[in-house]
Structure formats: C-alpha cells, structure tokens
C-alpha cells in the first residue's frame, strides 16, 4: 500500500505529464495562430520572375482563332503585336523561339506564335517564314485584345508583347520590360514540370 506522501508525490507528476502532452498537441497551434495573426515568419517572396496575368484572361477573350486548346494542347510563346511588328516585335518573335528551344526535351509541348493586329508587309511576311519557318502567325482583333486587357497594367497594351498560354488557352504569364527573357525561360520551365495537361 502506497502511503500518503507516495499518493501525493504521484499526482504532480501525472499533472506534469498531461500539461507536457496538452503542450505537444497545443503548442504548434498556437504558435501557428500567432504567426499567422502577427505575419511573422511567413514568406513574402513568389516563386515566379514573370508577371502573372491576373484577372484571369483567355485566348478567347482576344478573339485568337487558337487551336487546337484543351488536354494534349501545346503551351504557346505568344507574342501580340497591335500595331506594326517593328524591331521590338521581331525582338520578342526571335526571344520566345529561343525560349522555346531552351526548354530542350520539352520543347515539342511548346510552339511559337504571332498575333498581329495588322496584316504583314511582304517584307515582313518574308523575313518571317525565312527566319521562323514554324512561327504560326495569327490575326489579333484589336477591340477584344485592349478590352481583354483594360483591367491589367496599361503598360501591357503598348506594343509588343510576350506572354504564355496554357493548354487550355488561358493567357498566364507576362514578360516585363524589366526581366530578361531567362526568368520566364525558367517560369515556363517549371510550368512544363508541374503541368500534365500539355
């Protein structure tokens, strides 16, 4: 028979116990709420260089006759041109292939395109099928691309510009003036790796 010292020595240490097993469970909870609730220790970075496209927009909201799109559709380096495709234009078509040979093994889910707003000069129409001869060349309707965009940075709606669609046609990212075409070389490197769907 235990006696009565044993008994009460007994008890502090199964209250011990239990606070120490409350404080395993409990404890990660609480320290989660409180960096949750104070913002400290949460990561701020992104993980993408290019601009996403948020809202949302699709190859449809431009009215690009884009096909085809949906499961088994390549992604597309597109480059939308409103006005004439000048130098900063041939600029970019000359980026996105070199992009698109720099996926290497997953360069056949990949393809290159052109939207121009206005038809081509013989000139120009020449040049690219002698330089980009699997460029798919694509009219732009200009009304949907500048409403499409009329929620986005006005910057996006002047001049030339590359941006990548997913399979499904939904416009996702952005290169910036500012980045240079690796970051979104990289960008759609790791959207090839994620993405089963193209």
Same mark, same amino acid.
């Not at 290159?112 to 000069?121: E, F, I, K, M, R």
């Not at 798919?136 to 940075?153: A, F, I, N, V």
């Given at each position: 028979?235990?006696?009565?010292?044993?008994?009460?020595?007994?008890?502090?240490?199964?209250?011990?116990?239990?606070?120490?097993?409350?404080?395993?469970?409990?404890?990660?909870? =609480?320290?989660?709420?409180?960096?949750?609730?104070?913002?400290? #220790?949460?990561?701020?970075?992104?993980?993408?260089?290019?601009?996403?496209?948020?809202?949302?927009?699709?190859?449809?909201?431009?009215?690009?006759? =884009?096909?085809?799109?949906?499961? #088994?559709?390549?992604?597309? =380096?597109?480059?939308?041109?409103?006005?004439?495709?000048?130098?900063?234009?041939?600029?970019?078509?000359?980026?996105?292939?070199?992009?698109?040979?720099?996926? #290497?093994?997953?360069?056949?889910?990949?393809?290159?395109? =052109?939207?121009? #707003?206005q038809p081509a000069s013989e000139q120009l129409a020449s040049r690219l099928s002698r330089d980009y001869p699997r460029l798919q060349q694509l009219p732009l309707?200009?009304?949907?691309?500048?409403?499409?965009?009329?929620?986005?940075?006005?910057?996006?709606?002047?001049?030339?510009?590359?941006?990548?669609?997913?399979?499904?046609?939904?416009?996702?990212?952005?290169r910036d003036a500012d980045n240079p075409g690796k970051h979104l070389l990289d960008d759609l490197r790791r959207l090839l790796k994620l993405s089963k769907i193209?």
């Amino acid at each position: 028979m235990m006696s009565m010292t044993e008994q009460h020595s007994a008890r502090p240490r199964g209250q011990l116990k239990l606070l120490a097993i409350a404080a395993v469970v409990l404890g990660p909870i =609480l320290l989660a709420w409180l960096m949750v609730r104070l913002q400290i #220790g949460i990561p701020q970075t992104q993980i993408n260089h290019s601009s996403l496209v948020e809202p949302v927009l699709s190859v449809q909201d431009w009215g690009l006759p =884009l096909e085809p799109v949906g499961y #088994g559709a390549p992604w597309r =380096l597109l480059v939308t041109a409103p006005g004439e495709c000048a130098t900063s234009c041939l600029e970019l078509v000359h980026e996105a292939r070199q992009i698109h040979i720099a996926t #290497g093994r997953e360069a056949d889910r990949v393809e290159h395109v =052109l939207a121009l #707003g206005q038809p081509a000069s013989e000139q120009l129409a020449s040049r690219l099928s002698r330089d980009y001869p699997r460029l798919q060349q694509l009219p732009l309707t200009l009304d949907s691309y500048r409403h499409g965009l009329s929620s986005h940075p006005a910057e996006w709606q002047q001049g030339a510009q590359l941006w990548v669609i997913d399979p499904l046609g939904r416009v996702v990212l952005h290169r910036d003036a500012d980045n240079p075409g690796k970051h979104l070389l990289d960008d759609l490197r790791r959207l090839l790796k994620l993405s089963k769907i193209g």
